[in-house]
T-cell receptor, first 116, second 108 residues
Framework: EAQVTQNPRYLITVTGKKLTVTCSQN?????MSWYRQDPGLGLRQIYY???????DKGDVPEGYKVSRKEKRNFPLILESPSPNQTSLYFC???????????????FGPGTRLTVL | LAKTTQPISMDSYEGQEVNITCSHN???????ITWYQQFPSQGPRFIIQ???TKVTNEVASLFIPADRKSSTLSLPRVSLSDTAVYYC?????????FGKGTRLSVIA
């Protein structure tokens, strides 16, 4: 089944404790992206990757890191989480962004993160 | 990136047709218009995409006038399960950017 998976789905942690949220897709998609969603603010892009070893900042990259060593995986790293990073996080992927219909994004189930 | 404007919220009764209009005055020639649906605590889900005129699938219809400066998502005979946030996006060869969407509430 074609899908985007994220782990963990729920995470409660404490300020300053490094964490990684994994994202994996099995559709051979070139483009992957991370979003956070907060009440009243909609979806905001954190980082995106056009292909392996090609990552770029989105609208709210501060406090986050990403890597794209393999096409299928795009982990989100919080080196020193803070309470303002408490949010619902979504990973997404698409075939690419250059072709008609190619930029249809497929989303993972979400990761609810709480930083105490 | 083309900026989009859509209503913050809409209410509808079950069984009615719902039309959500999105404005995108500075849409570029190679931009497509895409609509997504999002239920609470779930990731957005692709509904429909179009470039011009009308596109229809099993879920919705998308109407795009000749000047392409706006588009209308039409949901026929909505049910309670259509209560969700609907996002209008415009993009060509650049990453999609989501705004705040339109919160549709369907009432019994």
């Amino acid at each position: 089944e074609a899908q985007v998976t994220q782990n963990p789905r729920y995470l409660i942690t404490v300020t300053g404790k490094k964490l990684t949220v994994t994202c994996s897709q099995n559709m051979n998609h070139e483009y992957m992206s991370w979003y956070r969603q907060d009440p009243g603010l909609g979806l905001r892009q954190i980082y995106y990757s056009m292909n392996v070893e090609a990552t770029d900042k989105g609208d709210v990259p501060e406090g986050y890191k990403v890597s794209r060593k393999e096409k299928r995986n795009f982990p989100l790293i919080l080196e020193s989480p803070s309470p303002n990073q408490t949010s619902l996080y979504f990973c997404a992927s698409s075939l690419n962004t250059g072709l008609a219909g190619g930029n249809t994004q497929y989303f993972g189930p979400g990761t609810r993160l709480t930083v105490l | 990136l083309a900026k989009t404007t859509q209503p913050i919220s809409m209410d509808s009764y079950e069984g009615q047709e719902v039309n959500i209009t999105c404005s995108h005055n500075n849409i570029a020639t190679n931009d497509y218009i895409t609509w997504y649906q999002q239920f609470p605590s779930q990731g957005p889900r692709f509904i429909i995409q179009g470039y011009k005129t009308k596109v229809t699938n099993e879920v919705a219809s998308l109407f795009i006038p000749a000047d392409r400066k706006s588009s209308t998502l039409s949901l026929p005979r909505v049910s309670l399960s259509d209560t969700a946030v609907y996002y209008c996006l415009v993009s060509g060869n650049t990453p999609l950017v989501f705004g705040k969407g339109t919160r549709l509430s369907v009432i019994a």
